[in-house]
């Protein structure tokens, strides 16, 4: 796996400290934050992989900082819409945002004029979790491999591919894969993963490649067939799904993340506060289990080593974008 993927590690032990001095002197306007309800900005409908890890954050959250905690769904447009929202709202820890490399680094970067900068928007709080995505297909559908599927695709070139949106991880990995494979895929764009996935359930698309949450259940009635994963191990949700890269595209490989940001500005003592509140709802077996269920690999990364992992992020997505010569239409 790549090493950015791995900065967690890394930064974990060189600048783990930095947090504990942080944390020892909060400021007055720290301790006393929160004093009404926050709002939890999710940038895509429900049902879908980022809006399940808010779910699953969301009662924790509620009960250490002892205030509601509001989930807002505000998606569109490849999730710039929410995410917009969230970096215009006041600096002052009650509107925070479930950010994600696809509005947070990707779409940006392909964007000429791009509605917020994707690195200077936002303050970190903490980064949770890493995810991959499932391709998955129809089970009506006469084909059980990747290669299946590449050999169908260049026999009967445009088969149709449900995705989030122009620029997200999901959508990448399906250009990666035409281009590695060299075929023909006709784009269909949805609002959110359980959307698209569920048109693939009905036939009326040939196949997604979408995060593990809203898949899996579909997976595991029998309704949906996966044919292999973007991660370069095999998912301990899905053992038998080969990756992408085993079945004869080395190398291929798409990772996304799951963090907590703030509008930037945001003073240091509530971010810290929220660091602190997530994190201790995140370490609840609980949380954690329902976290790893929805195919999410649990991390811990506190302001400073998000900021970190977040830089690397963009470089990372800047190379692929400028290796792949992908461009917003």
């Not at 947090?19 to 301790?31: D, I, K, R, T, Y």
């Not at 925070?96 to 004029?113: D, E, Q, S, T, Y």
């Not at 080969?242 to 509008?263: C, D, H, K, R």
């Not at 649990?298 to 974008?321: G, T």
């Amino acid at each position: 796996m790549r090493d950015w993927l791995f900065l967690a590690k890394g930064v974990l032990s060189c600048v783990g400290g930095l947090l504990v001095s942080s944390l020892a002197v909060l400021p007055a306007h720290g301790q006393d934050f929160p004093t009404k309800p926050i709002r939890l900005m999710v940038p895509w409908p429900p049902g879908g992989g980022v809006d399940i890890a808010a779910r699953t954050l969301q009662p924790g959250m509620a009960e250490n900082l002892r205030q509601p905690v509001i989930v807002d769904n505000r998606a569109g447009a490849s999730g710039l819409i929410g995410t917009e929202m969230a970096a215009r709202a006041p600096a002052d820890g009650y509107t925070i945002l479930i950010g994600a490399a696809g509005p947070n680094a990707i779409v940006p970067l392909l964007m000429p004029k791009p509605p917020y900068d994707a690195q200077k928007a936002f303050t970190e709080v903490m980064l949770f979790a890493n995810t991959f995505y499932v391709m998955a297909v129809n089970p009506k559908l006469p084909v059980n491999t990747i290669k299946d599927f590449v050999a169908l695709a260049k026999a009967k070139p445009g088969q149709t591919f449900g995705t989030t949106g122009t620029g997200t991880p999901a959508f990448i990995s399906g250009e990666l894969l035409r281009v590695a494979a060299g075929i023909s895929l006709t784009p269909v764009f949805y609002k959110g993963a359980a959307l698209a996935a569920l048109d693939v359930v009905a036939g009326n698309i040939t196949m997604t490649i979408e995060t593990v949450s809203p898949i899996i259940p579909h997976i595991k009635s029998g309704r949906l067939k996966a044919l292999g994963v973007t991660a370069t191990r095999r998912s301990s949700q899905l053992p038998e799904v080969p990756t992408i890269a085993e079945s004869g595209y080395p190398g291929f490989e798409v990772i996304n993340w799951y963090g907590v940001l703030a509008p930037a500005g945001t003073p240091r003592g509530p971010v810290n506060r929220l660091y602190k509140e997530v994190s201790a709802v995140v370490k609840t077996p609980v949380v954690r289990e329902r976290l790893v269920a929805a195919g999410l690999e649990v991390v811990d990364l506190n302001p400073d080593q998000y900021a970190a992992f977040r830089k690397a992020d963009l470089k990372h997505w800047a190379k692929v974008i400028k290796d792949t010569n992908l461009k917003l239409d």
